[in-house]
Every structure is written in C-alpha cells, then in structure tokens.
C-alpha cells in the first residue's frame, strides 16, 4: 500500500511539474512578438535590401534597450553573468563590435560574441561560402555555398540571439568604404583579414579614429593551439603577414605598435601551395573575385582559425567587461633559465645582505614571480621588444630583487628588473620612489598584491 501511494505522489508531482512547465513556457511564447525572417533566396535582392537599408552603419542604431530585462535573453546570459557579473555583462550587451573579414577566423569570433550577448554586430565581407571554406567557417553549410559570407551569418545569427541588431555588409574594406564600416563609434573593430594591403589600411584607419581594434595575423599552415598567443603587434613573431604588417605601418604611416594583435609561435608547417586551375593552368588571377586577394593556395587545418577566433572573441568580451585578463607572456624561459634566476637571486643576496636565509621561494615559485607576475618583463617596462629568439640574453640580464628591502625575499616582495636598473632601486626607499614615482609605485604594488591575494603573504 506504501509503495502505491509513493507511485501515486511522484505520478502526480511530475504531471504537476510538466503542467507547469508548460504554462511558463506558452506565457513567454505568447510575450513574444519577435518573428525572426529568413532571407530570401534572391541573393542579389539580398544584398541590395541590406546594403540600402539605413546608408551607413551609424545610419541605422540600436534602439535604447536593457536587453537584460528580457527573460529569455537573461536566462539564454545565465552563465555569463554569473561570470562577469550583471553590470559588466550589461556593458557587453550594450556594445557595438565590427567584425571584418568572415572566414575561418572572422566567423567563429562574430559567433561566440554573438551567442555571449553582444547588442550590435557589423559584419563585413565581400567574398562568398564556397565548399573548401566548409572545414573551418563557424556556421555555413552547402547549402550556404554561393551565398556571400555576411549575409550566410546574419541568416543563421538571427535563429540563435534574435535579439542582437546584426547589420551585414557586402562590401570590401577601402578607402571608399571607411566612413561607411567605421562609423557609429564602435566599441571594437576586429580585423580578420588575410590581405595585407587592406589590414594595414584598416589598422592605420582604426589607430587614427582612436579606434580599439584586435588583429588577427595568420592562422594557417600551423597546427598546435597551445601555441596561439595575444600580444602587440611588436612581440609577434614566426608570422610572415606580421612580418609585413609591421613593416607597412612603420614606413607608410609611422605607427610602431600597440595594436594588440593574435598570432601562433608556431612556425608555419607547411609552404604555400602553387595555383592549379580546374584544367591545369597556373594563372591565379583569373580565378580572384578582387584583385589583388590570394585563391586558396595556403593549407589550413581548420581547428587553428576556429581557435583563433575564439581567442578573438574571449579578449573582446574581457576588454568590454572591464575584466582584467593578464595574456601568457610572448618570452619563455624553460626550466635551466629558472634555475639561474634563483641562484642568482640567492647570490646577490647573500652579497647584499650576507645571507640567503631570507630567500623564500622555490624554483616553481620562480617561475610564477616571472611567468605570471611580471610576464617576461622588468618591472619598469610594460612592453617587452624582446622576442623568444634572445632569451639568453634576456636571461643574462634580469635578475630578482627585494622591491621592500626591510622584508624577506618573498613571492609577494620580489620584483624583476635589469641589472642596470638594480642599483638605482636599490639606493632609494619606498617612500622616495612613491614620492617620485607615484604611478610606477602604484602599478608595482598593484602586481604584488595579486601575489599576496595568490598564495597569502
């Protein structure tokens, strides 16, 4: 008799619970008045609606609206703000990001913005879905092929956050074009073009619009994600469109750096393919929907754009929500290079101070003050022009040292500096340099609080 009525009580509580459920979801059904569009399969009609529609991207903005009062979109942003908190993802649903270039690279970024809640995209890309970009786009299928990229994601995006104002552009990045992609004050411009011509123009235009932009450089040819860092343009490395970029911006705009940019360590696996035409010819131009842009003659393993693009996406959203991410340092020091860093750490001491008694770090310790605290880089320099290539000689010229010399040399009161800059720290007190130097002292002691908060005092 127990157990019927056990059977009967969960019978019921489960019809009860599904009713319920029911019910909920038909009130929030009904609440809705969104129907979301398909576009239609004219593709000329397409493009000429969207290209039209409102001039330019400033043309046509986002109405005034919390999109977090919205059940759905709140519960569809469930993890994100319990990650970045209510306000900083409010920041982020209230952004306007241009994503240009909607390739390997390109697709994947405007699509994991696109499902963290980003409130405005434009996409820009002039090229179309053809079946060889299959292995690495985020969404397109055959049936997408022939259908220009920027509309191929806008048809797919609107089916996953129907909210998010999606502008699609089918247009290619010039001179002509600028006013009309870079507009409207964006938030963020990412640059996921494989052109040279066309990324240095873009970057010299974001740099002198005060624009924030992230670069993506190659991602082809590689094969090891763990490899795949963000750094400034400056620190990037093994990269032949780098290389270019670099140069570019140097001598036809004068812009040394700071553009962050993604890039891989790697070195390219593989070499450029040469050009075969479908009967054997060898004439690429012939096959270019612009002039100037490659034909499918680099070998991607579709996994590494895909990264790429993520990587993109995760340092944007982090940008916006004001989250303070600390990329892993473009210098690397394997395991002999740490264990000079200490014993000369434990040399100097007892130099300084006649003993190594108050040394209280290991190896691994040594490895976390200078990988994670100080990311390769002396103290007093924010950017590091040194690549992986003269890590002897980085090595050769930093040293450890007491940042308060009235306490031990712990993991929370060592800092990284050249040996040329040692004697002068340690000739002055902490007071004389928080007098002097108010920033450096604030942003060193910033650093060393993270270490305290890390592993305790």
């Given at each position: 008799?127990?157990?019927?009525?056990?059977?009967?009580?969960?019978?019921?509580?489960?019809?009860?619970?599904?009713?319920?459920?029911?019910?909920?979801?038909l009130?929030?059904?009904?609440?809705?008045e969104r129907?979301?569009?398909?576009?239609?399969?004219?593709?000329?009609?397409?493009?000429?609606?969207?290209?039209?529609?409102?001039?330019?991207?400033?043309?046509?903005?986002?109405?005034?609206?919390?999109?977090?009062?919205?059940?759905?979109?709140s519960?569809?942003?469930?993890?994100n703000?319990?990650?970045?908190?209510?306000?900083?993802?409010?920041?982020?649903?209230?952004?306007?990001?241009?994503?240009?270039?909607?390739?390997?690279?390109?697709?994947?970024?405007?699509?994991?913005?696109?499902?963290?809640?980003?409130?405005?995209?434009?996409?820009?890309?002039?090229?179309?879905?053809?079946?060889?970009?299959?292995?690495?786009?985020?969404?397109?299928?055959?049936?997408?092929?022939?259908?220009?990229?920027?509309?191929?994601?806008?048809?797919h995006?609107?089916?996953?956050?129907?909210?998010?104002?999606?502008?699609?552009?089918?247009?290619?990045?010039?001179?002509?074009?600028?006013e009309?992609?870079?507009?409207?004050?964006?938030?963020?411009?990412?640059?996921?073009?494989?052109?040279?011509?066309?990324?240095?123009?873009?970057?010299?235009?974001?740099?002198?619009?005060?624009?924030?932009?992230?670069?993506?450089?190659?991602?082809?040819?590689?094969?090891?994600?763990?490899?795949?860092r963000?750094?400034?343009?400056?620190?990037?490395?093994?990269?032949?469109?780098?290389?270019?970029?670099?140069?570019?911006?140097?001598?036809?705009?004068?812009?040394?750096?700071?553009?962050?940019?993604?890039?891989?360590?790697?070195?390219?696996?593989?070499?450029?393919?040469?050009?075969?035409?479908?009967?054997?010819?060898?004439?690429?131009?012939?096959?270019?929907?612009?002039?100037?842009?490659?034909?499918?003659?680099?070998?991607?393993?579709?996994?590494i754009?895909?990264?790429?693009?993520?990587?993109?996406?995760?340092?944007?959203?982090?940008?916006?929500?004001?989250?303070?991410?600390q990329?892993e340092?473009?210098?690397?020091?394997?395991?002999?290079?740490?264990?000079?860093?200490?014993?000369?750490?434990?040399?100097?001491?007892?130099?300084?101070?006649?003993?190594?008694?108050?040394?209280?770090?290991?190896?691994?310790?040594?490895?976390?003050?200078?990988?994670?605290l100080?990311?390769?880089?002396?103290?007093?320099?924010?950017?590091?022009?040194?690549v992986?290539?003269?890590?002897?000689?980085?090595?050769?010229?930093?040293?450890?040292?007491?940042?308060?010399?009235?306490?031990?040399?712990?993991?929370?009161?060592?800092?990284?500096?050249?040996?040329?800059?040692?004697?002068?720290?340690?000739?002055?007190?902490?007071?004389?340099?928080?007098?002097?130097?108010?920033e450096?002292?604030?942003?060193?002691?910033?650093?060393?609080?993270?270490?305290?908060?890390d592993?305790?005092?």
């Amino acid at each position: 008799m127990v157990e019927k009525l056990k059977c009967l009580v969960l019978v019921g509580a489960g019809a009860l619970l599904g009713s319920l459920s029911t019910v909920a979801l038909l009130k929030l059904l009904l609440s809705r008045e969104r129907l979301t569009k398909p576009i239609g399969s004219n593709v000329k009609e397409c493009v000429s609606v969207l290209n039209n529609n409102g001039g330019n991207a400033a043309g046509n903005p986002m109405p005034n609206l919390d999109l977090l009062r919205d059940e759905i979109v709140s519960e569809h942003l469930t993890r994100n703000i319990q990650f970045f908190g209510q306000e900083s993802q409010r920041k982020v649903t209230e952004s306007f990001v241009v994503v240009i270039g909607l390739g390997g690279v390109g697709s994947h970024a405007a699509s994991m913005l696109l499902r963290s809640g980003i409130g405005r995209l434009l996409l820009v890309d002039f090229d179309q879905v053809s079946l060889s970009s299959l292995n690495r786009h985020s969404v397109a299928t055959r049936e997408d092929v022939g259908i220009p990229k920027a509309l191929c994601l806008k048809k797919h995006f609107e089916s996953i956050f129907p909210e998010c104002h999606i502008d699609a552009r089918v247009i290619l990045y010039d001179a002509s074009t600028e006013e009309e992609i870079l507009s409207g004050q964006p938030d963020f411009v990412l640059d996921c073009i494989d052109n040279i011509d066309t990324k240095v123009a873009l970057l010299a235009a974001c740099v002198r619009r005060g624009l924030r932009v992230l670069s993506a450089t190659g991602a082809g040819a590689r094969a090891d994600p763990t490899r795949i860092r963000v750094a400034d343009l400056r620190e990037s490395i093994n990269d032949p469109l780098s290389r270019s970029v670099r140069h570019r911006l140097r001598r036809d705009y004068g812009i040394e750096g700071g553009i962050p940019v993604v890039f891989s360590l790697e070195k390219p696996k593989v070499k450029l393919l040469p050009f075969r035409g479908p009967n054997g010819e060898e004439n690429p131009s012939d096959y270019q929907v612009v002039p100037g842009f490659r034909v499918r003659i680099i070998p991607v393993l579709g996994t590494i754009p895909a990264i790429f693009g993520q990587v993109m996406a995760s340092y944007v959203l982090t940008q916006l929500a004001g989250l303070n991410v600390q990329m892993e340092p473009v210098v690397h020091f394997d395991v002999d290079h740490y264990h000079t860093l200490h014993q000369r750490l434990i040399e100097h001491e007892e130099i300084v101070y006649g003993t190594s008694s108050q040394v209280q770090v290991d190896i691994e310790e040594v490895m976390y003050i200078v990988k994670e605290l100080w990311h390769g880089r002396t103290c007093r320099h924010q950017i590091c022009c040194v690549v992986c290539a003269q890590v002897p000689d980085v090595v050769a010229l930093r040293c450890l040292f007491r940042w308060d010399r009235t306490k031990p040399a712990s993991l929370s009161n060592l800092i990284l500096l050249k040996f040329t800059e040692a004697g002068e720290h340690e000739s002055r007190t902490l007071d004389e340099i928080k007098e002097n130097e108010p920033e450096f002292f604030r942003r060193v002691t910033s650093v060393l609080e993270q270490a305290k908060s890390d592993f305790g005092p």
